[in-house]
Each structure stands twice: as structure tokens, then as C-alpha cells.
């Protein structure tokens, strides 16, 4: 439950200002409903009219910490013309010679809160999204800045558009970033009425299908040092974070990696893939945004009192606050033999290229651990490696089973087999067996087979990378998770921590819980670094991943630790279906499904609104996932963007 000091916290966050408030919600949409105007600015609050001269914008704009004010020219047209709605300025600049217009040719039939691609050209790629929020028409650029999925494809939930692969979330209005694993934002276009048709205004040649959020730069008259010890996502994303909330500051993270953050996802999931190609940001965009990554640091300890952290080769580092995102470390077995010559763990990029390299001559390649690494990863290698026989190994009866259950379970076993992966099951690796060069030879399970192997994949799991924080005072979990409140604050109120490693409470059941997964530690480091310049809030996501086998995801949502019950709605064998987990006292507590995207794009958001009906009511019939999105959609207001104004939120302590 939540202690005394985040109650207190929480209560602060309650009686904040009317001021402090409007900073959070309504100002991006206000600015964005505008009527085009000579110089207009977000903070000035009264909306000039413009009558229904169309004034087209010309090539100056300017983003100053995420608020944006741009310079319009008055050039009046002989027709009439009215601006319906216009993002902020783009991050492009052009001249009006530089646009043209598009009609919306659905515009009368588009309902409100719907959405609609729109095609600009013959391409497949030139569309743009058009949608209706609170009677206006918006629209944004169609591709998810994340993998480039169309967005059209996903759920619109007020202002905001998920995409229907992962769930990164994007304003309609201005494009802005609301959720991860979108770290960049998209595009907004203007839309016109003229002689009641609608139009957008699209750039001439070339459509951005992605829009960078602005940095602040350091202030070299700002001592303030902000430290973020870990260089993964959480640690990325809480450096951009704070920079986008107009922090001019020094800031320090600590890598013990040799490389700029990369999308870890891909190592499994694209095993036999050019990991240096997946990069998240390139080096020089991180100098520019003044923020100091030291590759090839590893911390030994952190001293609170004296608010520094300590590097194994003996320097220290003074914070004022600090954020502590070091994910996570393997575990390995206690068992003989993984010394050999290709016995290979899955955590870095090096990892993935020394494994990606053995496997290119492997005849027999056996996968330890049928959990999320394990599984996808044999995935990879049956369909990248063809020429090899790969085994994997699961400790239960049937992989996944204790966490999608045993009928899901039972058909990611039979799509492995199906693709040519010879499944153990009830066995776990007793040791591994080397030639007398010390190379692998093969593996002994628990089941009496000796499983021959040239190469060996372990993936039984991780624990948290903690061990460095054992002597500093902070309060850590059993499993050595760092315990923080709401605001992902530690006991020490300068320091904070973010991803696999933050134990935090779980408002949905109320008890702490550890996630450790990529969209997770991305939106935790936004919400540190919001915490450690004082905005006070919360963090209270409901986490959204997904597993990818043979060109086939799963997605999930919310926790379902400790579900005692299961109903399927749906064929599993057919890969169409959505399952819901429930606990003792009826409640939902996770959904996944499987070929029905909106599905559970609408009980994600559902969870989040906290409007989700009793597992009872669903395995009735009384309710479905349609009447469940009436519940979503009538709750009008809860799914709004907040990340953009709450990076332009007051400090409140």
C-alpha cells in the first residue's frame, strides 16, 4: 500500500493551483484550436480572431521548450476561407509557395472521434491521418515514429491515437509524443474550410514522418548536476525527458556499455540482424542536447549523505538529483559446464552479434528457457539459420503456461513445432557437456536426455543490477528491486529510480510490483525526470508488451500476476482470440490477444480509466469488448494527451 509520504505527496498534488493544473491540461489543444493570427503565443490565453481571412504561415517559427509560437502573414485570399485547425509550428519551415492542399473528401462522414488515412499522393506511404475530436477535424502524419506502422490502423481515444503494433500514443491535435515506444513525435498539418470543403495543407515534395520534441541547452550559469546512473532506455528517455521540460542544467549518465542506447527488443526478436543499426538516437543528437554519456563506466557505490556516486576506477560524481535505471543482469545456473566454448547468455548487443556469428555454422542449437528471451530467440533461429536443428527446452509441462495459461501455451508449443523446434518439456539443464577443445558439445536435462549441441542459449532469466547499492541506505526488495512511492522516488528524496529495477506501487491492486519491459522502463524514465524537477507526478501506466514468433504477435496488458482464473474469448488455435486474467476478488487484472488489435488496444485503455467490468459480467456475456469501448468512449476526458504539458508543467515543490 502506499506509505504515509506518498499520501502526503499525492495530497500535494491534489491542492495544486488552478494555474499549475491549466499548465497540465488544455493548453496544446487551446493553441492548436486557434484561428491563424499575426503572432500568437500559448501562454497569452485570449483568442484574437482572425475573421475569415486565410492567413498562410510563412517561413519563421520557433519552439521554445516545447511551446510554440509562430510568426503568420496576413495574406488575404479572395475567397472565403477559414483555418479548422492547425498544429504547432512544424519543425520544418517553409514558405507558402512550399505547400499545397489536399481535400478531405470524407470529411462530412467522419464522425466524431473517428479516423481516416488520407491519401496525398501515389505512393503508399504519402497518407496522412485525418481525424474529428470535439467537432474539429485535425491532422497528423499516418506512421508511427517507432517502426513506421500506420497509425490508422490503431484506436483513437479522445485526442489521443495509439498505434495499433505497440501502443505508442500520439496527440491528433499536435503530434507530440504521449506515450513510449515512441520517442519521436509526428507531424501536424493545418486543415482549411473554404467554400465548405476541407482541405490539408501538406508540404509540396517530401512528407517528415517524424517530428523531434525540442531540447533545451545547457546553461553554463546552471550548476545544478542532474547523474542518471544506467544508459538504457529509462536512462535515454529521463535525460530527453528533462531537456524537454526546458532543464539547462548538467547532465551525466553512466553507461557501462561502449555504445549509445539501442533498441534491446530487436536481440531476440531479430537475432540474426546488424545490431548497430538500431541505434535509438545518434551520438551527435545527444551533443547537441548537452547530455554527457560515459560509455564504459561502471558505479561501485553510491554515498547518499555525501550525494555522489563512486566509479570502479575511483571517480567521483557529485548530483543534486539522481536517477538509478540499471536494469538488469543475467542469472545464471548453478550447474557445470557453461564455461565452454559457444555457451552463449542474451543481454547486450555483443551478445546478440557473438551468438548471431556461431550460429552461422551451428548444425545443433539448443535454447535453455522457454520464457520470452528463450522462445523468441528459437523463433529466430529456425527461421534465420535454416540449416540448423534447433531444440528448446521449457522447465514446465507446456512454455508460457504460468503466464498466458495452458490452452495459449500449448499453442505457442504447437507453432514452434510446426516451424521445425524440437520442444522438451519438464526439464530443466543439469550441465553442459564439452568436447576437449572446450567446445560445447551437448546438454544434459533433468529428464535423462543428453541433447546434442554445438551452441547453447540460456535464457532463465534476469535479476536486478543492484548489487553496487547494497551499503547506500536506500530501501531495496528481497529480490533487490529499489523501492519507491508514486513518484518513483526512493527513501532518499534525491533519488530516483526507473525500470527493471523500481519497484513501485501498483494503484490496480495496490501492492508493489517490478516490470521489466522495454515500454515500461521507457515511460518511467520520462515520469523520473518529471519527479526530479519537482512536477509531482504520478506515475500510474498499465503496462502494454508483446512477444513476436514466426511473424505472429501477442499482445498484453496490465499485470496478471497472481490470476487465478482465465477466460478465453475467441479461437486460440486460430490465432484470433482475447483472453482476460483474473483475481480472487473478480477483477481483471490483464488482457492478450491475439488478431484482434482494437481489442485490446480498448481494454488497455479500459484498464487505464479503471472502467473495466468484472471478469463475472465478461464470461457472462453481459459484456464485451464492444460495450466496453461505450464504457471508454463515454468517459470523455480520461484519455487525453498529458506528457506534452506535463513536460511545460510547473515545478511544484
Known sequence: MFSKQSLQRLNQLRVTSSAARRSVIGTTSSFNSMPIRQFSSQNDGDEKKSGSSFYKFG?????????????????????????????????YAATPDGFREVEISFAETLGEGEMQALKIGEANDQKVLVARYQGKLYSTGNFCSHFGVPLNGGMLFDD?????????????ITGE??????LDGIPSFAVVEREGKFFVQVPAEGLPKKKTQALSKRDPENKTHF????????????????RQSNFTGQITVISREDVIPYDRTLLTKAVGGDSSKWSLRPADFLADADIDYKLKSRVYSVNPKEKKVILVNGEHIHYDKLCIATGANVWKPPVDGLDAKNVFFMRTNKDQTAIKEAAKTAKNIVVIGASFIGSETAA??????????????SATDVPFKLQFGEEIGKMMKSEHEKAGVNVETSAMLEKVNANADGSVKSVSLSNGNEIEADLVLLGTGVRPATEFLKDSGLELEKDGGVTVDPFLQTNDKHIFAAGDI????????????RTEHWVVALD????AAFNMLGKLVPYGS?????????????????????????????????????????????????????????????????LHQNVMPKASEIKSGRETVESIKSRVKQNSGASRCKRANCCQKKNVL
Open 59 to 91: 517561413a519563421f517559427a520557433a519552439l521554445s521548450g516545447g511551446i510554440a509560437t509562430a510568426l503568420y502573414f496576413n495574406s488575404a485570399s479572395k475567397n472565403e476561407n477559414t483555418v479548422v485547425s492547425s498544429g504547432p509550428a512544424v519543425a
Open 380 to 393: 529466430g533461429f529456425v527461421t534465420q539459420f535454416k540449416e540448423a536443428k534447433v531444440t528448446l527446452v
Open 227 to 242: 547523474v542518471i546512473v544506467g544508459g538504457g532506455p529509462a536512462g535515454l528517455n529521463c535525460a530527453e525527458t528533462l
Open 502 to 513: 523500481a519497484s513501485y506501487p501498483y494503484w490496480p491492486t495496490g501492492s508493489h510490483t
Open 524 to 527: 518511467q524514465g520520462t515520469f
Open 160 to 172: 489521443k491515437v495509439l498505434c495499433p503494433a505497440h501502443a505508442a500514443g500520439f496527440s491528433i
Open 542 to 606: 498499465i503496462p502494454f508488451f508483446w512477444t513476436r514468433h514466426y511473424n505472429k504477435s501477442l499482445q498484453y496488458v496490465g499485470n496478471g500476476q497472481g490470476w487465478t482464473d482465465i477466460h478465453i474469448d475467441g479461437d486460440v488455435a486460430a490465432n484470433k482470440f482475447i483472453a482476460y486474467y483474473s483475481n480472487k476478488n473478480d477483477q481483471v487484472i490483464a488482457v492478450a490477444g491475439q488478431g484482434n488489435t482494437s481489442g485490446v488496444l480498448t481494454l488497455f485503455e479500459a
Open 177 to 182: 509524443p504521449d506515450r513510449a515506444p515512441g
